[in-house]
């Protein structure tokens, strides 16, 4: 059954810890996403990748860090540094190039920092 | 760089009235996307609109990309419950992006 998965579905930090979150997909896509979406508002890029050892920041890049050592992961770290790290996480997936390229989103981490 | 806007902003419709929801581009897109979010879920994908002047539909909703290709529309008719949820639009992943709009949060009340 293809698709992206996230874990954990629910995470909680302390103040002063990083945190990792996963996302896998095994819909082959070559570009991964990650966005942040705070309560009543809309999708914010963090970083995204479109190959495999490279990745790009977007917009809300300050205090988060990711790899891309899988064409299938692409896992997003929420840094000390950022300071309100409260939020709903999304990763997505597409393909690279022709007509249709609709992104394919993972059902999100909840992290709540405590 | 390429903004995308959406109005309004929050919607608040009886059940069985019509809602619409307006994307708008600062460039011209190859194509648009909408995609619908349940409250507490991820965003699913619902059609992509490529030709200038495009209209789409799918049962209760009707999708129009514009002839200058730089706005678009989604519209559902006689809205339900089910209808619930924030509409977003987004321009193509040029610049390997995608770019959202801010989305439209449609509530309906029964």
């Known amino acids: 059954d293809g698709g992206i998965t996230q874990s954990p579905k629910y995470l909680f930090r302390k103040e002063g810890q990083n945190v990792t979150l996963s996302c896998e997909q095994n819909l082959n896509h070559d570009a991964m996403y990650w966005y942040r979406q705070d309560p009543g508002q809309g999708l914010r890029l963090i970083y995204y990748?479109?190959?495999?050892?490279?990745?790009q920041k977007g917009d809300i890049a300050e205090g988060y860090s990711v790899s891309r050592e899988k064409k299938e992961s692409f896992p997003l770290t929420v840094t000390s540094a950022q300071k309100n790290p409260t939020a709903f996480y999304l990763c997505?997936?597409?393909?690279?190039?022709?007509?249709?390229?609709?992104?394919?989103f993972g059902q999100g981490t909840r992290l709540t920092v405590v | 760089g390429q903004q995308v806007m959406q109005i309004p902003q929050y919607q608040h419709v009886q059940e069985g009235e019509d809602f619409t929801t307006y994307c708008n581009s600062s460039t011209t897109l190859s194509n648009i996307q909408w995609y619908k979010q349940r409250p507490g879920g991820h965003p699913v994908f619902l059609i992509q609109l490529v030709k200038s002047g495009e209209v789409k539909k799918q049962k209760r909703l009707t999708f129009q990309f514009g002839e200058a290709k730089k706005n678009s529309s989604l519209h559902i008719t006689a809205t339900q419950t089910t209808d619930v949820g924030t509409y977003f639009c987004?321009?193509?992943?040029?610049?390997?992006?995608?770019?959202f709009g801010p989305g439209t949060r449609l509530s309906v009340l029964p």
């Open positions: 990748s479109q190959i495999v050892n490279d990745f």
């Open positions: 997505a997936s597409s393909i690279v190039g022709g007509a249709y390229t609709e992104a394919f």
């Open positions: 987004a321009g193509p992943p040029g610049g390997q992006n995608f770019v």
